[in-house]
């Protein structure tokens, strides 16, 4: 009975002056520089996470667009065309098919033009938003929007686009629609007129 409590007393013993030795290596590999201690990794708070938003379910789409000399208040697209002369007022009308989220939808219209280099010569900000809100018992809306911009005469004549942006947060849902346009000096176009005035006469 001696001898087996002697035979664990010494593996014990030899155990331990093991782990000393080794706890004594790797400390002196540590401080040499041999070693590298990884650093536990900082614990970050749930509350500090940003959570990406996820779609919900629904549609959002531009159906139908058209640049307009005018708009008037009926919602009628007069004077149909995709060429205008500098200095005038373009005009343009779109439906927005969007669905529902418990009976509400909102939608929210920006845009942006660009001129014929591709530079940006208007940019509506956020706070110039158009914003429309409404109340639906149906599942899908057809909403018809209009708004005008005008480009300068000073400008150049050339190829313009209209990039417009809408939303509908509710959905968390975006789209956008890109159109071309040209643009013509208004003398040239007079000219053209005068032109045609004068053929008729002979």
């Given at each position: 009975?001696?001898?087996?409590?002697?035979?664990?007393?010494?593996?014990?013993?030899?155990?331990?002056?093991?782990?000393?030795?080794?706890?004594?290596?790797?400390?002196?590999?540590?401080?040499?520089?041999?070693?590298?201690?990884?650093?536990?990794?900082?614990?970050?708070?749930?509350?500090?996470?940003?959570?990406?938003?996820?779609g919900?379910?629904?549609?959002?789409?531009?159906?139908?667009?058209?640049?307009?000399?005018f708009v008037d208040?009926d919602?009628n697209?007069?004077?149909?065309?995709?060429e205008?002369?500098?200095?005038?007022?373009?005009?343009?009308?779109?439906?927005?098919?969007?669905?529902?989220?418990?009976?509400d939808?909102t939608?929210v219209e920006?845009?942006?033009?660009?001129?014929?280099?591709?530079?940006?010569?208007?940019?509506?900000?956020?706070?110039?938003?158009f914003?429309?809100?409404?109340?639906?018992?149906?599942?899908?809306?057809?909403?018809?929007?209009?708004?005008?911009?005008?480009?300068?005469?000073?400008?150049?004549?050339?190829?313009?686009?209209?990039?417009l942006?809408i939303?509908?947060p509710?959905?968390?849902?975006?789209?956008?629609?890109?159109k071309?346009?040209?643009?013509?000096?208004?003398?040239?176009?007079?000219?053209?007129?005068?032109?045609?005035?004068?053929?008729?006469?002979?």
């Amino acid at each position: 009975m001696k001898n087996k409590k002697g035979k664990v007393a010494t593996e014990l013993l030899i155990m331990l002056i093991t782990v000393v030795v080794t706890s004594a290596i790797i400390f002196l590999l540590v401080q040499a520089g041999v070693l590298t201690v990884k650093m536990e990794a900082e614990q970050t708070s749930v509350l500090n996470t940003e959570f990406i938003p996820m779609g919900r379910e629904g549609s959002l789409a531009v159906k139908d667009f058209k640049f307009c000399g005018f708009v008037d208040s009926d919602y009628n697209c007069i004077a149909e065309s995709e060429e205008f002369y500098l200095g005038s007022e373009i005009h343009f009308i779109f439906i927005i098919e969007s669905s529902t989220s418990n009976g509400d939808i909102t939608v929210v219209e920006n845009y942006r033009i660009k001129g014929p280099e591709g530079n940006i010569l208007l940019d509506v900000d956020e706070r110039n938003n158009f914003n429309f809100d409404i109340i639906s018992k149906e599942k899908q809306e057809l909403i018809t929007f209009k708004d005008f911009f005008v480009v300068g005469e000073e400008l150049v004549e050339g190829e313009y686009t209209l990039e417009l942006f809408i939303e509908n947060p509710l959905l968390n849902k975006k789209t956008t629609l890109v159109k071309k346009f040209m643009m013509t000096n208004n003398n040239e176009i007079q000219e053209v007129e005068l032109f045609e005035e004068e053929y008729l006469l002979e």
